[in-house]
């Protein structure tokens, strides 16, 4: 099988990044992600198998070891609530339970109608604006249970196209490990982290 | 003691030993005569330190450290303890975190009684463990291919298996999934271990994990019997060790024969025993009755006919019967046969190959030749040859280490895409017919060659050639071998498949040779002139000995009318073939692991083969069978025992001097010894010739190349490998498939020089437009004409 047409092009200019095909096994994992929705599926996996050179085998080898490659299905949302030691001591483990009862969806699952998906992870190296949550890898800070329930009820009603870290951080943020860097244009536009290469970029609404 | 500037000396244990600076610890305190258990390290693979039993501690400026011995290479002045009650303590505490999930299922695990684990955990384990949770459980057992099961729950994680098909078979279909806590090895979900290669895992899994589906709860270690013999598969000529209980064949191991497969098999190899124990194997002489049928007889009868028939179209005239075989049978039995069919049938009409090989004087006598082993030195390597993957996979396994591990240039030549490609440095395509070309334009090295060229500059080179399909001429393969004596310190390998074609060759089993390497003044017919001798009645008969022309020969249909025609045949075989079913006698033989006798193999390695089974029925050794014949037609060809004949080799064949079983049973001789021997000369000496056969123009050509699991005799006689062959199906260039108005999966009629088949098409871009490729022995016979028409089936 072969992607769209577009996946296929960033797939190139991703492989010509790389002296070795197969070192750029993980960002195509991510494009066949993005392709696909979110999901890594089968295909997906035997596509970025004849890209890289390598044997399926040796990309799902890959892909089943990070959790950030979604082979069970995943939401329009993700949310995922730090729940490692600095985030767990200050509340995290609330903030997740505040997430999975807003959006009705336990952790590690995906709601029925495909809006969100929970999940907690372990540490996304924001332990001094602890605790952290990310939705669709973009990063707020110093989530209280009750900011994370708005957080979700935003999401579910405002749908945005883009979900900018900064534009979070704002409305639902506290407490931030740095906030001397440059302002962040850009967000994700699915549940695969903001790269440029991949397309899965969007401009700040 | 001096040291010399490339060995190191160490201290282990309080002993002093030397080694090669560089040897891993492990490796070094081995030769130091000090074992060290371990799971993960094997010596044939690059060390990765998973599995931590193999700790030992080293003294260091620091004090005593422990460290892993697979992963550190020895330096001057090391000083390691293995047998302190830290070391113990540590591998104590290794064993109980590696029996933490296993099962303690021995007495019903296939490696139990030869188990790594077991016996390691018996000699270093603690007693018992503080673990009292719930150990993991999987489904279990799961077929990762048609021929290795996987029970996951087993497996100690030490990527014996998975590196042992990344680094040294190159098909990476087995890998670890969900590292972490729930580290598991699989397949990818519908792609199988389907590997040439997959047995060499269960050989090497250090615990029960890989178990392989011909031998699983079959036998207990301790109940086998074992002989050290060598494969009859191919000609490559893989060290193996012999494996049976009550009389039946149950496995083959891998011996590691350094300069020959290195303890690797194919799994055709492997699995390729369970042909002995067929229910097919002739057990009884046949004779043909009044009604044109063969039934059983006794032996007497048997011989009395098959030596009164023999005579009555001897007393024809001189050089009216002819012989054809012997590329299967042992050393000692081609050399029986070869007296058989020149002494007592008084012919030289006499071939072991059938059409499908190379130049008999080439095989035995071309120079420089060049051994297995000399891939470990070579600069650069010269495949043009069949697909070795398919024919000769564990040299397509030197190859490749060759061309990976020791970093030689491998240029590839061939019709198609072969096995080697993704670890070629160039490869080269061309049509069938137009090697010629090729091989002058290669030559040339100018324009996109150039690369290439300069490539094959880079000596020493090692050039393995062989024809790579059935349309390319012989002359072509030499042609090219003369080419490759000229560059740089350059040695030839001629390769052909058939197992024991070489010891076939040396024996003088072919019009032009003579036993020991020496040239025939007086050539007789070859397997061509022969059946055509048979068809026009200008032979009055045939004697087989383990050869079926009517399916392997490059025309089968007219080797089956050459046999139908025939005044009287004599067939000395394992099987009832289509060949011997035309035959007025049968006689059943003794095969693989029931004789005793030596085989060469195609670098001219002398090895020797032993017995282990009594065989079928009344199955005698064909070298028996031969002298009872011979003493019918009033002599003797001194076949009394296979010994005997052993030594009359070795005393009277030239480049076989000195190559006794006694050299071959014991010591450095269990390696094999290369041909001339210890006292041996060669009187042939061949230097190829550059008569190329000048290109000819087709629209459409056909190759034909052999596959590992076909539809041939004794791979079909066996449950796990008869499933392994595949449908037969026509390869064509996209191009072609435009240019005749054909899609992937519709059908197409062939029709070659023999033949015509209807076949499935695949695509296949990696043929030169205007090529056809058929698998060969799958079920189309076409004819090994190079020319072809094909249509389009609606």
């Known amino acids: 099988m072969t992607w769209s047409r577009a996946t296929e092009t960033r797939a190139a200019a991703i492989l010509a990044r790389y002296p070795e095909k197969r070192s750029a096994v993980m960002p195509l994992l991510y494009l066949a992600m993005a392709e696909e929705g979110g999901d890594l599926t089968e295909d997906g996996m035997r596509r970025v198998a004849e890209l890289t050179g390598l044997s399926a085998a040796q990309v799902q080898a890959v892909a089943s070891f990070y959790t950030m490659y979604k082979r069970d299905g995943v939401g329009r949302y993700l949310v995922s609530v730090c729940t490692s030691i600095s985030c767990m001591l200050c509340g995290g483990d609330e903030v997740l339970d505040a997430v999975a009862d807003e959006t009705g969806v336990p952790d590690g699952e995906t709601g029925e109608d495909g809006l969100f998906s929970v999940e907690h992870v372990e540490c996304i190296g ?11 890898y973009e990063l707020v800070e110093g989530v209280t249970p009750e900011q994370a329930r708005s957080l979700c009820r935003w999401l579910a009603e405002q749908r945005p196209e883009t979900v900018v870290g900064d534009d979070l951080q704002e409305r639902f943020g506290g407490q931030r490990s740095f906030d001397w860097g440059p302002e962040e244009a850009e967000g994700a536009t699915g549940p695969v982290p903001a790269f440029g290469p991949l397309g899965t970029t969007g401009e700040r609404s | 003691m001096p040291s010399q500037p490339d060995l190191v000396t160490f201290t282990v244990d309080g002993k002093e030993a030397q080694v090669p600076a560089g040897t891993l610890l492990i490796e070094a305190v081995k030769a130091a005569g000090v074992h060290i258990p371990h799971f993960c390290y094997h010596p044939r693979m690059k060390p990765v330190g998973m599995c931590r039993m193999c700790l030992v501690q080293v003294e260091g400026p620091r004090g005593m450290m422990l460290g892993t011995s697979c992963t550190m290479p020895v330096t ?8 302190t009650d830290t070391v113990a303590k540590a591998q104590e505490g290794v064993l109980e975190f590696l029996l933490l999930n296993h099962p303690l299922d021995c007495p019903v695990c296939d ?62 279909l087995i890998e670890f999934k969900d590292r972490g806590n729930a580290t598991q090895v699989n397949t990818f979900p519908d792609e199988p271990f389907a590997s040439y290669f997959s047995g060499n895992t269960v050989q090497i899994c250090p615990v029960g994990a890989l178990t392989a589906t011909p031998y699983r709860f079959r ?286 060759a040396d024996m003088g089993l072919a019009p032009t040779l003579l036993p020991g390497r020496v040239a025939n003044d007086a050539p007789g017919r070859d397997a061509a002139g022969i059946l055509e001798g048979l068809a026009s009645g200008d032979l009055g008969g ?148 550059d008569h190329a056969p000048p290109p000819a123009a087709r629209d459409l050509v056909l190759h034909q190349a052999r596959v590992l699991y076909d539809r041939g005799t004794l791979t079909q006689a066996g449950p796990s490998l008869a499933k392994l062959a595949k449908e037969p199906a026509a390869y064509v260039h996209p191009e072609d498939a435009t240019r005749f108005g054909i899609k992937a999966g519709a059908a197409v009629r062939l029709t070659g020089s023999g033949g015509s088949a209807e076949l499935p098409v695949v695509l296949d871009p990696s043929l030169v437009a205007g090529t056809v490729y058929v698998p060969l022995h799958l079920g189309a016979a076409l004819g090994a004409g190079l020319e072809i028409s094909m249509e389009a089936v609606t």
């Open chain 1, 126 to 136: 924001a332990c001094g604006g602890a605790p952290a949550v990310q939705v669709n």
């Open chain 2, 76 to 83: 001057e002045g090391m000083v390691v303890h293995t047998d």
């Open chain 2, 111 to 172: 490696r139990g009684g030869e188990c790594p684990l077991q016996d390691q955990t018996m000699a270093a384990g603690p007693g018992e463990s503080r673990f009292v949770e719930e150990k993991r459980h999987y489904p279990k057992p799961i077929p990762i291919s048609d021929l290795v099961l996987l029970d996951r729950e087993r497996c100690i994680l030490c990527a014996r298996c998975t590196r042992f098909s990344d680094e040294i078979s190159g098909d990476p």
């Open chain 2, 219 to 504: 036998a207990r270690p301790w109940d086998l019997e074992a002989v050290e013999s060598t494969c009859p598969h191919c000609s490559v000529g893989c060290r193996i060790s012999v494996q049976a209980s009550r009389n039946e064949a149950l496995r083959f191991l891998g011996v590691d024969n350094g300069p020959v497969n290195q303890g690797w098999l194919c799994d055709k190899g492997r699995f390729g025993f369970e042909f002995l124990n067929s229910g097919d194997r002739l057990d009884t002489p046949l004779v043909r009755d009044e009604d044109g049928d063969l039934v059983e007889a006794s032996w007497a009868e048997a011989l009395d006919r098959a030596a009164a028939g023999l005579s009555a179209a001897a007393a024809e005239g001189p050089g009216r019967l002819a012989g054809l075989g012997g590329a299967r049978s042992t050393n000692e039995e081609a050399y029986a046969f070869g007296r058989f069919v020149r002494e007592t049938l008084g012919s030289n009409h006499l071939d072991a190959q059938l059409g499908d090989g190379l130049d008999p004087r080439v095989l035995a006598g071309i120079t420089p030749r060049a051994a297995i082993d000399d891939l470990e030195r070579a600069r650069t390597v010269l495949v043009w040859a069949p697909d070795l993957k398919e024919e000769l996979p564990v040299l397509y396994l030197r190859v490749r280490r060759a061309a990976t591990e020791l970093g030689a240039n491998l240029v590839v030549v061939h019709p198609r895409a072969t096995g080697l490609d993704p670890v070629a440095t160039h490869t080269l395509r061309y049509r069938p017919g137009a090697g010629t070309e090729m091989l002058r334009r290669l030559a040339d090295g100018s324009g996109d060659l150039a690369a290439v060229r300069a490539a094959l500059d880079e000596g020493p080179v090692v050039a393995i050639i062989g024809r790579p399909g059935l349309g390319d001429d012989p002359r072509l393969a030499e042609a090219v071998m003369a080419f490759a004596a000229g560059l740089p310190d350059a040695a030839v390998l001629p390769v052909t498949r058939r197992s024991n074609v070489y010891g076939a």
């Open chain 2, 542 to 689: 045939l004697v087989l000995l383990g050869s079926d022309p009517a399916t392997d020969y490059v025309e089968p249909q007219q080797a089956a009318a050459a046999l139908d025609a025939a005044g009287f045949t004599v067939a000395i075989d394992l099987f009832l073939t289509p060949s011997a079913a035309k035959a007025d006698v049968v006689l059943p033989a003794l095969g693989f692991a029931e004789t005793e006798g030596t085989v060469t193999n195609l670098e001219g390695r002398v090895q020797k083969v032993n017995r282990l089974l009594p065989g079928p029925g009344s199955a005698r050794p064909a070298h028996e069978i031969l002298e009872d014949l011979a003493r019918r037609m009033g002599g003797s060809i001194g076949a009394a025992s296979a010994e005997a004949l052993a030594a009359e080799i070795a005393g009277t064949a030239p480049a076989y001097a000195g190559i006794t079983w006694e050299a071959l049973s014991w010591g450095a001789g269990r390696e094999g010894i290369v041909a001339p021997g210890p006292e041996g000369s060669q009187p042939l000496a061949v230097a190829p010739e």
